[in-house]
């Protein structure tokens, strides 16, 4: 004989013996007790067997020995439904974007930037690394990320988003600027800011020196200040406490860099699409202007869609 367990009707019985009786169980699944009674009976129909022996004691019930047999499984399956209905009202776990951002550009008003992000896209779980760009691009290129911030020079090449940024040459707030080798505050090897002060230096017909190097942009900013060496900044580095070089000085004016945000690819999936374009919108407004103004992007991030 083939059996259809009917959860419902398992639920009335379950109620009925853990209850005591056919009142209270009706009243704890806020259903009559004559319906509970019809469905006790056909649940009997269908496994073909009594479950319940009604007691003298009104609404009194005791579990027949199939009856007790078929209560164990019922707990079963009405927790099992449970927590299948349970797993489908969760939402959907979130999807992630992983972002990479240029080291010296990870600071509080990019971070602020993002927690808006992730406060306003919750379906989106945002990974952000920082690293120099050169790196960035390797993450890149090896699938580990999925858009880079970067620096570079001014360039033609594909970009969701293009920004220039004004640089600045830096000393402390005192001493001589004639040293010969210059000594220079810098960025590690293969940051565009070393890149472009060592070439500018050179140019003039004087040596350089590298005398105090750091991965992180507080320690080149320090290095500054207290007079290590001088260096090549975008001006929303620039501290208080650093003096401005002009080409009086002997440090001529370096044309702008780049900010670029770029991807592997031009074909986007949602949530890379998603911040590319909160990106593309709102970097602008963390450089104020003075440090990078957007330009047209050769590929509109609308036009990825």
């Not at 620096?151 to 640089?167: I, M």
């Not at 001589?176 to 090897?189: H, K, N, R, S, T």
Request: charged share 25%; net charge neutral.
């Amino acid at each position: 004989m083939r059996m259809e367990l009917d959860l419902d009707l398992l639920r009335s019985f379950v109620a009925v013996v853990e209850t005591g009786g056919f009142t209270r169980a009706a009243e704890r699944i806020h259903l009559t007790q004559s319906t509970i009674s019809q469905q006790i009976k056909r649940l009997e129909d269908s496994v073909g067997h009594s479950l319940l022996v009604r007691e003298r004691a009104p609404g009194g019930v005791q579990l027949t020995e199939e009856g007790e047999v078929l209560l164990g499984y019922a707990r079963r399956l009405l927790s099992i439904s449970a927590e299948a209905e349970a797993a489908l009202r969760r939402p959907a776990a979130a999807k992630t974007v992983r972002l990479g951002v240029p080291e010296d550009f990870a600071g509080r008003r990019l971070i602020d930037l993002l927690s808006g992000f992730s406060r306003a896209s919750p379906h989106l779980r945002l990974d952000t690394v920082s690293g120099w760009s050169f790196e960035l691009r390797r993450l890149l290129d090896n699938g580990e990320i999925d858009l880079a911030l970067i620096k570079r020079e001014p360039s033609d090449a594909p970009c969701l988003g293009r920004w220039e940024e004004t640089l600045a040459w830096v000393a402390g707030p005192s001493g001589a600027l004639d040293a010969d080798p210059v000594p220079l505050a810098m960025f590690p090897q293969g940051c565009i800011y070393r890149q472009r002060a060592t070439r500018a230096i050179e140019a003039t017909g004087r040596m350089w020196r590298i005398a105090y190097t750091s991965q992180g942009l507080i320690g080149v900013q320090a290095a500054v200040a207290s007079g290590l060496g001088i260096s090549l900044l975008p001006v929303d580095a620039v501290l208080p406490e650093h003096r401005l070089l002009r080409a009086a000085d002997g440090f001529a004016e370096q044309p702008p860099s780049e900010l670029a945000l770029i991807a592997p690819s031009p074909r986007l999936d949602a949530p890379a699409r998603d911040l590319a374009a909160f990106l593309a919108a709102n970097i602008g407004s963390i450089l104020h202007g003075s440090v990078a103004r957007p330009k047209e992007a050769r590929r509109p991030v609308a036009a990825l869609r």
